[in-house]
């Protein structure tokens, strides 16, 4: 394969990165959060880029709610214990409710709805279901992870006189244990965002600290939207 066609195939890549609504959205992300962490909260440009991003992300997740409702009605995997169930689905439920009330903190940024006092309050309430959701996550996270665990240390003993990287169910566990350890990381860290933004406290988590949990919090959210090549050459 020549140099031209290797760089098509990786721009190619890149366009279907960037095609993804949900990627823009988490660069903003990136974006919104790393100009909190320059700013730390005072006026300024980066406070103003922070503002403005905010603002134009909350476009990108117009209607965004019905994915997680559409979750919420959704039946589980076969096996599923009942407790990660309900964990899950109250998960999708808090997920959905902060993405639904987000679009009406939306409507109150921009004019169009005109009680500012109680877009402020909703505003706070959709916070603490995303608080809620991603504490949720990371229960769930937790209790996967265990799951995987236990799978792979019974397939280990199955393959024990073997060479267990060769087998390619042991491969797809040892995936899918680091892809929920990754999930785990990022939810852990978007319950302090949230804290930071409910300014629950304020002195531990400043506006900086926010910003930077904020920004780490959304690489990993772009990495994992990555395409499954790119994410493979990924050191």
Not at 173 to 187: C, I, M, P, T, Y
Not at 216 to 221: D, K, M, T
Request: hydrophobic fraction near 40%; proline fraction near 4%.
């Amino acid at each position: 394969m020549s140099s031209l066609d290797v760089t098509r195939t990786e721009l190619a890549l890149v366009v279907l990165y960037l095609n993804k609504a949900e990627a823009r959205d988490k660069i903003c992300r990136a974006i919104q959060y790393g100009s909190k962490f320059l700013s730390n909260g005072e006026p300024g440009t980066a406070q103003n880029v922070d503002k403005t991003t905010s603002l134009a992300r909350k476009v990108f997740r117009l209607f965004k709610f019905v994915n997680d409702l559409h979750a919420l009605i959704s039946p589980t995997a076969p096996g599923t214990p009942l407790p990660l169930i309900l964990l899950g689905k109250s998960k999708n439920a808090l997920l959905s409710t902060f993405l639904f009330l987000d679009q009406i903190v939306w409507l109150g940024r921009t004019g169009i709805y005109k009680n500012k006092e109680r877009t402020e309050l909703i505003g706070r309430i959709s916070l603490f279901c995303w608080m809620g959701s991603s504490i949720c996550t990371s229960l769930v996270e937790i209790g996967e992870i265990g799951r995987l665990s236990a799978s792979t240390k019974k397939l280990e003993k199955e393959l024990k006189n073997t060479n267990k990287y060769k087998n390619e169910q042991y491969r797809s566990k040892l995936q899918k244990s680091n892809e929920r350890s990754l999930a785990l990381v990022k939810s852990v860290i978007d319950i302090v965002v949230a804290a930071g933004l409910l300014q629950l406290a304020p002195k531990k988590v400043s506006p900086r600290v926010t910003g930077a949990f904020g920004f780490a919090s959304s690489v990993i959210s772009c990495y994992q939207l990555l395409p499954s090549r790119q994410k493979a050459k990924a050191p």
